[in-house]
């Protein structure tokens, strides 16, 4: 086992050089000379040479490469071109955010779509599965942010039901109103954005769970099993389900990059102040030390994830040799 | 689509082709269309969209005004006769602007998959196909690519390069091969260990033939259905990045961005979010259907 971790360890490392390139590369092809960004309009030529003496600019590619490397290394993901304020701290500020509307989505993705790919697996090709089947495909297609905005319409604009922008109402505090009712009101705000991001995301894990159980469930096993006399409630939970939550559970691995990736979309429309708006606003912004910075960081929370959901496959599934 | 042929019954059918005893045996292609054709949905959604190729092809003549032709005293106007599907906010005629929408949206996302099926095909052949150190070499990089935040890597791209409709479509296509290089060069690793293989090159064939006129059509099914898939999923991130303001840019219109101004106007004008809403909804949804299909009936495995 630890030799497995280690070599897969080791693969890695080119991968982070091959990604650390590519984003170093786009960085250097965007528009815009940041020393521009740094000196006042009308300074004289010495002046912008000096600081761009001073920010190593002159120096050859691959020198301005290993330092901005270096200092990834430690953390560091330079400043804002636009406030100054080291990227860090606005990545920080939005991070917590972005957390908790995922976190609260996967709880009811994975709530709802277990059970239902579980049902829709044992009643294969009846009423109930072919509904989902037709919900599923609706979801695949559906356009987010077209559903969201009728969602808006619907129960924010035509009646007042619940709040369509922002984390909180502004003044509504705990010390003012006490748990219950600022409870109440994160709970309303969370409603829409979530119900849009996990209706797009359910479709997949659903159709997964289902076709999972259905390999279950023609396995020899699954045949002795009930050969043996065991009550069809025992064959399915006991044998069948736990099996079929194997591929599941290496898909955990996996929602850590997603749990970090602000939805740009669904934030944007729900002002919902996570990485997500950060990321679109600094696009719009050309503040390219963030946009780069939270490209290099989705990246290596999807290696992560990967280097994750390997681990936990081999670990939850005694049959899957390491070699 | 002639390509698409079962190598080893097609020439057994050839060899066996004057013997008068022997039955003609079904083609591949209509076997295939036999199949497609029992499943409805399919054959509604492929329905669906020749119609809505037709009106992209004659937007000229379905539109009734031009999708840059202003009239701001009638902006905002509610759907009715003369404006079936109502105006936006500088008076606009919206359904003529949904139906040249659908010419660029269609093609962005026809160019696209294209472009993504092109270099995912041709990326995963090379390194099943070869292996050693030219498929480290590929797949290292396929694995690099697939590691960036997919829809995140677009928009810093879209920010960079000039938002053209050509460069639109390139982006998308540039970020969305690497599932499709990786499951071709699956097809590759276990076709290239079959016989026809050892004989076409003991025959002498050269590589690029092995490569093109031998594996590639046996590996074309699973390529044809992701490639109707990332139709369907070009539309929409094309979709998604003109809501943004990041892909086709006005006065050109895309069902994307007109949802963008649709939504500015969401409580005066929710017609201008609902219309092109629809559109992409149904052709995305059709071309998943159409790929559903067609996974169903190029499985050999399925039995009739």
Request: net charge positive; aromatic share 10%; charged share 15%.
């Amino acid at each position: 086992m630890l030799n497995y971790v280690i070599r897969r360890l080791l693969q890695i490392i080119p991968l982070l050089i091959g990604i650390s390139i590519i984003n170093f590369t786009i960085m250097h092809l965007a528009p815009g000379d940041p020393v521009l960004l740094l000196t006042e309009r009308n300074a004289p030529p010495e002046e912008v040479a000096r600081i761009r003496a001073l920010y190593g600019l002159d120096d050859p590619i691959y020198v301005q490469y290993f330092r901005w490397l270096k200092q990834i290394l430690k953390g560091d993901f330079g400043r804002s071109f636009v406030d100054g304020r080291p990227v860090v701290d606005h990545i920080m500020d939005r991070l917590p955010y972005t957390l908790y509307l995922n976190f609260v989505v996967m709880i009811i993705i994975y709530a709802l779509a277990i059970p239902i790919g579980n049902i829709s697996a044992l009643r294969q090709y009846s009423l109930f599965d072919h509904v989902v089947t037709f919900f599923a495909f609706l979801g695949q297609a559906l356009p987010s942010f077209w559903f969201a905005l009728l969602l808006i319409y619907a129960v924010g604009i035509k009646s007042d039901w619940l709040p369509i922008t922002g984390v909180a109402t502004i003044g509504v505090s705990l010390k003012r109103h006490g748990l219950w009712t600022v409870l109440v009101d994160r709970a309303k705000h969370l409603i829409l954005p979530v119900t849009v991001v996990s209706l797009g995301s359910m479709a997949g894990i659903t159709r997964y769970m289902r076709s999972s159980m259905l390999e279950v469930i023609r396995q020899d096993y699954i045949r002795t099993a009930r050969a043996k006399g065991l009550p069809e409630k025992v064959v399915i939970r006991k044998h069948a389900l736990r099996n079929a939550l194997l591929p599941i559970v290496t898909l955990v691995g996996m929602e850590l990059p997603i749990l970090f990736s602000g939805s740009v979309i669904i934030e944007t429309i729900f002002s919902w102040p996570g990485l997500g708006l950060l990321s679109i606003r600094a696009v719009f912004q050309r503040d390219y030390q963030i946009v780069m910075a939270l490209n290099m960081i989705g990246a290596l929370l999807m290696v992560a994830g990967n280097f994750l959901s390997d681990i936990l496959y081999v670990l939850v599934d005694p049959r899957i040799k390491y070699s | 689509m002639a390509a698409v042929s079962n190598q080893a019954p097609g020439q057994l059918d050839q060899n066996f082709g004057g013997d008068a005893l022997t039955l003609k045996p079904e083609s591949y292609m209509s076997m295939v269309w036999r199949r497609f054709r029992r499943h409805k949905l399919a054959m509604a959604g492929l329905c669906f969209l020749l119609l809505m190729y037709l009106v992209a092809v004659f937007a000229p003549y379905i539109a009734t005004q031009s999708y840059r032709h202003t009239d701001p005293p009638n902006r905002l106007q509610a759907p009715s006769q003369e404006h079936w599907m109502g105006t936006d906010n500088i008076g606009r005629d919206l359904f003529s602007r949904v139906i040249w929408g659908s010419r660029i949206s269609l093609s962005v996302g026809f160019v696209a998959a294209g472009v993504a099926v092109l270099l995912g095909t041709v990326i995963g052949a090379l390194a099943g196909y070869f292996g050693g150190a030219i498929d480290n070499i590929l797949m290292r990089f396929t694995e690099i690519v697939m590691s960036f935040p997919t829809f995140f890597l677009l928009i810093t791209i879209v920010s960079i390069v000039e938002r053209s409709i050509f460069n639109i479509m390139l982006v998308i296509g540039l970020t969305s091969w690497p599932g499709l290089a990786r499951m071709v060069r699956g097809q590759f690793l276990s076709l290239r260990e079959q016989e026809f293989v050892l004989a076409a090159r003991a025959l002498g064939a050269s590589n690029a033939r092995i490569i093109f006129r031998h594996i590639l059509p046996n590996a074309m099914a699973p390529v044809i259905v992701s490639a109707t898939l990332r139709i369907g999923g070009a539309i929409l991130t094309e979709s998604g990045l003109s809501f943004l303001g990041l892909g086709v840019q006005e006065p050109f219109p895309s069902w994307g961005n007109i949802i963008n101004t649709g939504r500015t106007f969401l409580r005066q004008a929710p017609w201008i979010t609902a219309f092109p809403g629809i559109f992409i909804f149904l052709t995305v949804l059709s071309f998943n259907y159409v790929g559903d299909g067609l996974r169903d009936a190029l499985d050999p495995r399925l039995k009739d």
